[in-house]
């Protein structure tokens, strides 16, 4: 069965700081996608990665990187120079193909806040 | 290209009632799906609908129930409403069916049930 782990439930951390949020899936299944979501007090889940099983190269994006390590089935998502734009509730998901339905499993996502 | 829509974005309903919330996806978009997000089970997904065609269901009441029509807008409604189904619905798009499609996501329909 799929899942999602995310243990962080709240991280508190200052501008400026890096964080890491951390990501563990559970998939019988070779063939998956990862995918991680921010979700600002508007309630909008904002897209922010899509990866997929078979590429493990890690991902920079502006201030944003993401570490996806099969070896460990974890997907995680740091953040540098973190900035107070950057609280908001972070959620990662799974997409898989053997269950039959394409439907998203999440985690029950970590909430940032980012002090000034 | 504009986003995923969703209306109404608040809602107030007493037991018993029913309510329907409506979701348009982007342009060109042909899924969509619905998903329900409460404190306590977190984001969990409803249905999906492609072609005006139900695909997939989640583990829900048959008082949760959805359709989609020819402009691949989508509706659910809830009937009998109860207490725990205060929840933020949110509608999310893609351009086809198929796992690897990301979902883009609408701001959500927050249903408070009184």
Redesign the interface.
């Known amino acids: 069965a799929q899942k999602v782990t995310q243990a962080q439930t709240e991280i508190s951390v200052v501008e400026k700081e890096d964080v890491t949020l951390d990501c563990v899936y559970e998939t019988r299944d070779t063939t998956?996608?990862l995918?991680w979501?921010k979700q600002p007090p508007?309630?909008?889940?904002?897209?922010l990665i899509?990866r997929?099983s078979f590429d493990e190269q890690n991902e920079i994006s502006g201030r944003y990187s993401w570490n996806f390590q099969k070896s460990t089935s974890s997907f995680n998502f740091t953040i540098t120079a973190s900035q107070v734009v950057d609280s908001a509730v972070y959620?990662c998901a799974l997409?898989?193909?053997a269950s039959?339905?394409?439907?998203?499993?999440?985690?029950?996502?970590t909430k940032l806040t980012v002090n000034p | 290209k504009a986003g995923v829509t969703q209306t109404p974005r608040y809602l107030i309903k007493t037991r018993g009632q029913q309510v329907t919330l409506s979701c348009s996806p982007i342009s060109g978009h042909r899924s969509v799906?619905w998903?329900q997000q409460t404190p306590g089970q977190?984001?969990q997904?409803l249905f999906?609908y492609f072609s005006e065609t139900q695909?997939?269901k989640?583990n829900f009441p048959g008082r949760f129930s959805g359709r989609q029509f020819s402009n691949s807008r989508s509706e659910m409604n809830v009937s009998t409403l109860e207490l725990g189904d205060s929840a933020?619905y949110?509608c999310?798009s893609r351009l086809g069916?198929?796992?690897?499609?990301?979902?883009?996501?609408?701001?959500?329909t927050?249903l408070l049930v009184l």
């Open positions: 998956y996608y995918f979501y508007s309630g909008e889940l904002v897209f899509r997929n959620f997409s898989e193909s039959g339905s394409e439907k998203l499993v999440f985690g029950k996502g | 799906s998903y977190g984001l997904f999906e695909r997939n989640g933020l949110l999310a069916i198929g796992f690897q499609e990301t979902q883009y996501f609408g701001p959500g927050r």
